[in-house]
């Protein structure tokens, strides 16, 4: 009655043990994975081309879009965060799947050679203890599945913060050294102008120096701006898991200004808390080995436990058949060590998980700091620096051009104008770089993303007259029209300098009235020079 007892009860386990079996899932979850990441406002591509995908993609000018795009369907680290998808879909494949049964087979042999047969023994058995904790195993398994398609969209989103990161960084670059190179133009109008008033001998070599080093440095500051922009770029491309030979495309080199409102920071920690898919997965991943904590603690006595039919066939022909039972018994282990084993691997998973929290409040309030800092900046630049600058470029442009003051000084305070627009464009692209890091510090799109914003200044158009009386293109004058390296012919507008009070015949070159040339004096202190040799110093 036992044995049939004993039977009947492996039999029902083994018929829930086979209708419970799971299969792999056929795309190892990144379905699943991929709807997890776009519901955090990162859409993964599915294309199924990726070649032509990314040749489409490079024949427009890149957008920060478009590289995230790129980014998610070419970077080596998707597809190797994809493949962890495959290894928790095996576990749990595994954990679903009942264990081999054990076949055994025993020949004796009579030692009576008369005897007419041999002993013959036959059986086959299963593991009871894989059996009897196949469902928990199973949950198990899917939470750890689970929690690696968490971790596998959660890499997805911080992968396309790290590129729409490097994508600011790059216009940000690109900008700046455009600005410098023009800031280089107008330093070596200043050093050719300078040296050709060295050469008539209105100036003294200490200012052609002074001139000259400034252009060497606004070069030296022109070449390290645009390493800088083709260290971004190479970043850039590197991320979009893009080749070097695939460094063909053109960036779309506008940043956008700052956006009119920004999120209050009690809402975005309230977000956070519920978006972060890296604190999900850790979250999962600690109550699955919970779990598993409670059931080692439950089970530790249980050890092997193996239970199978046996059918003998005896020396005189008889045949015995019977259940068999193989039990290990708890004499030396007890199981602590895995239970201790289980208790370390669910307070280590505790410890990320709350290191997680910790990080995530503190990540939102330390980048909507920074978000707050450099949007400061960009508005003072804009709203007090950058049209001082710009205010005083004005004015001295029109000293110039009635010869109150040099037109070296005029230089000067264009570079001046133009270093306080590469300030702004710095600022500018702090502030798109701190908003990418703040949504990936809270997890997803910040809520502030659907306003408009418009571009901010071109580098190419700051070179140009700005609508004014006064023209700006003339970068050898800084603004003054017509007027050669020389210094002669200076016009305002269609004013010849001749026809200006007290300035008829005058040689702006020399710096010599035509009618009545004076001997040139070496050295001579500015406060002792004529009225007239005062205007270009």
């Known amino acids: 009655m036992v044995s049939q007892r004993l039977l009947l009860l492996s039999g029902a386990l083994l018929v829930a043990g086979l209708g419970g079996c799971a299969s792999i899932p056929a795309d190892w979850g990144r379905g699943e994975a991929a709807q997890l990441a776009a519901s955090h406002g990162r859409t993964i591509p599915q294309a199924d081309d990726a070649a032509a995908f990314t040749r489409e993609a490079l024949s427009r000018p890149l957008t920060a879009d478009t590289a995230v795009q790129l980014a998610l369907l070419n970077n080596p680290l998707v597809r190797s965060e ?202 999962t991943n600690a109550e699955a080995l919970a779990a598993r904590f409670g059931l080692e603690r439950r089970t530790r006595l249980i050890g092997g436990i193996e239970i199978g039919v046996e059918r003998e066939k005896d020396y005189d022909g008889a045949i015995n058949l019977g259940p068999t039972l193989q039990l290990e018994l708890p004499l030396f282990n007890w199981g602590a060590g895995r239970v201790a084993a289980a208790r370390a691997a669910l307070e280590q998973a505790e410890a990320e998980l709350d290191a997680r929290v910790l990080d995530s409040s503190n990540e939102v309030k330390l980048a909507n700091a920074r978000l707050l800092s450099a949007k400061a900046r960009a508005e003072s630049y804009r709203s007090a620096l950058i049209p001082q600058r710009e205010a005083v470029v004005e004015q001295m442009e029109r000293e110039v051009n009635y010869m109150l003051i040099g037109v070296f000084e005029l230089l000067v305070a264009k570079q001046q104008e133009y270093d306080a627009y590469a300030g702004y464009l710095d600022a500018v692209r702090d502030y798109w770089i701190a908003r990418t890091e703040l949504a990936r510090a809270v997890g997803r799109q910040l809520p502030s993303s659907d306003q408009p914003a418009e571009p901010t200044l071109d580098p190419q158009e700051l070179t140009k007259p700005k609508g004014g009386s006064m023209d700006h293109s003339g970068h050898a004058m800084g603004g003054v029209k017509g007027m050669d390296h020389s210094g002669r012919h200076m016009q305002h507008e269609g004013m010849e300098t001749d026809d200006m009070p007290g300035m008829q015949g005058m040689d702006h070159g020399t710096h010599e009235a035509a009618s009545e040339p004076e001997p040139k004096q070496e050295e001579q202190p500015a406060e002792e020079k004529p009225a007239h040799e005062h205007q270009h110093h």
Do not use: C
């Not at 962890?84 to 025993?106: E, H, I, K, Q």
């Not at 058995?125 to 968490?150: H, S």
């Not at 790290?162 to 070596?188: H, I, N, S």
């Open 82 to 283: 994809t493949a962890r998808l495959g290894f928790a879909a095996a576990d749990l494949y595994d954990a679903g799947r009942l264990a081999n049964p054990v076949f055994s087979a025993t020949r004796l042999s009579p030692g009576d050679a008369a005897a007419p047969n041999a002993q013959l023994t036959l059986g086959i058995a299963f593991n009871f203890v894989n059996l009897l904790f196949l469902p928990v195993n199973t949950r198990y398994a899917g939470a750890q599945f689970e929690a690696a398609k968490l971790a596998v969209a959660a890499a997805a989103v911080d992968l396309a913060a790290d590129v729409e990161a490097a994508y600011y960084e790059a216009v940000g670059a690109e900008q700046l050294a455009q600005m410098r190179e023009a800031v280089v133009r107008a330093a070596k109008a200043s050093a050719d102008l300078a040296q050709r008033f060295f050469d008539a001998g209105n100036i003294s070599r200490r200012e052609l120096a002074l001139e000259q080093a400034a252009a060497s440095q606004a070069h030296l500051d022109a070449l390290s701006a645009r390493a800088a922009a083709v260290e971004a770029r190479g970043a850039l491309n590197r991320l979009m898991g893009l080749s070097a030979a695939q460094d063909t495309w053109s960036l779309d080199a506008r940043l956008a200004e700052p956006l009119p409102r920004e999120d209050e920071l009690g809402a975005l920690l309230r977000l956070a808390a519920g978006s972060r898919l890296d604190v999900a997965a850790a979250r």
